[in-house]
């Protein structure tokens, strides 16, 4: 990493990390190391991070809490910006806005104690809402986008823009988001719920069904696949004959074979070994191509 560059973090107060191991932020475990982690905790450290990155030509990859994302072993060259410290909560009326790096499950847990209910089918699905929000995250008919009322977010070059709700804009596991834009804030448009103690025993229920089902057995970093429509990349995978196939540290979940998880040991080239391997299995008998869900940072073919 460039000495001027290190000063010039240094001088903005920025919270950096040199040579970083992102195996210990992943929630799976694996994957190489960054040049340089920075971790901003405002809008105003972050677009001065984004400011010295552009004019030392350094290049930037925006993450939150490694929840969804596989990390090439062979790391990120550049700055590593996390957003997870980027956090707040403000409620007025029906709306809650919530910053990047607030986690999921606590905002629905605000939600809840502010009498406002919605988002109690996503209750367990970890993550930051930064992520979910840029992955249209979602669990038991319900998604991000079906109390999304609007995101503010800064792009590459600096400019701070909003993104309103707009009725195409969202769809399966997809936002209007793209690489170049960092999610600040999310606001949610929720419904008015004097009753609290059924929408936290709704929102318990979900988060328990999703233990039962052994998403929490094993490190994992969720769903690999999307549904195909109509279809469940999980039924297909275990119709294949996949579930709880191991290879090397890798092992597609007995308790859910979308789930690929790390059975000890595992290297991030381990996991994405075994995604082509379950991609084929499935392709062959069922002739229908399954699509990654979780994002890929570095190489890996």
């Known amino acids: 990493m460039d000495a001027a560059l290190v000063k010039s973090l240094q001088d903005q107060g920025l919270d950096f990390e040199l040579d970083k191991d992102l195996s210990t932020m992943s929630s799976l475990g694996t994957g190489g190391r960054a040049e340089c ?175 039962e089902k052994g998403q929490f057995k094993y490190p994992s970093i969720g769903s690999i696949f999307r549904n195909p429509p109509l279809l469940s990349a999980g039924r297909l995978i275990d119709e294949a004959g996949l579930k709880g196939f191991v290879h090397k540290g890798a092992m597609v979940s007995p308790y859910h074979a979308n789930f690929i998880v790390n059975a000890g040991g595992a290297t991030s080239r381990d996991i994405w070994e075994l995604s082509q391997i379950v991609m084929t299995a499935v392709e062959r008998k069922f002739n229908i191509t399954l699509e990654y869900e979780i994002r890929m940072l570095g190489k890996f073919d």
């Open 37 to 211: 982690l920075a971790t901003p905790h405002h809008i105003g450290q972050l677009a001065a991070l984004l400011d010295l990155a552009d004019g030392h030509g350094i290049p930037v990859t925006v993450v939150g809490s490694l929840t969804n994302t596989l990390v090439s072993d062979d790391g990120i060259r550049g700055i590593v910006l996390s957003t997870r410290s980027i956090r707040g909560i403000v409620i007025k009326g029906d709306l809650l806005t919530a910053y990047a790096g607030e986690k999921l499950d606590e905002v629905i847990n605000r939600a809840i104690g502010h009498n406002l209910s919605g988002l109690e089918e996503l209750g367990g699905i970890p993550g930051t809402v930064g992520g979910a929000t840029f992955g249209n995250a979602g669990a038991n008919g319900k998604d991000i986008s079906t109390y999304f009322f609007y995101s503010d977010y800064i792009t590459k070059d600096g400019r701070i823009r909003r993104m309103p709700s707009y009725s195409d804009a969202f769809s399966y596991r997809h936002s209007p988001f793209t690489d170049d834009d960092i999610i600040l804030s999310t606001a949610f448009r929720l419904i008015p719920n004097r009753d609290t103690a059924e929408s936290r025993k709704r929102k318990e229920h979900f988060k328990q069904m999703r233990m």
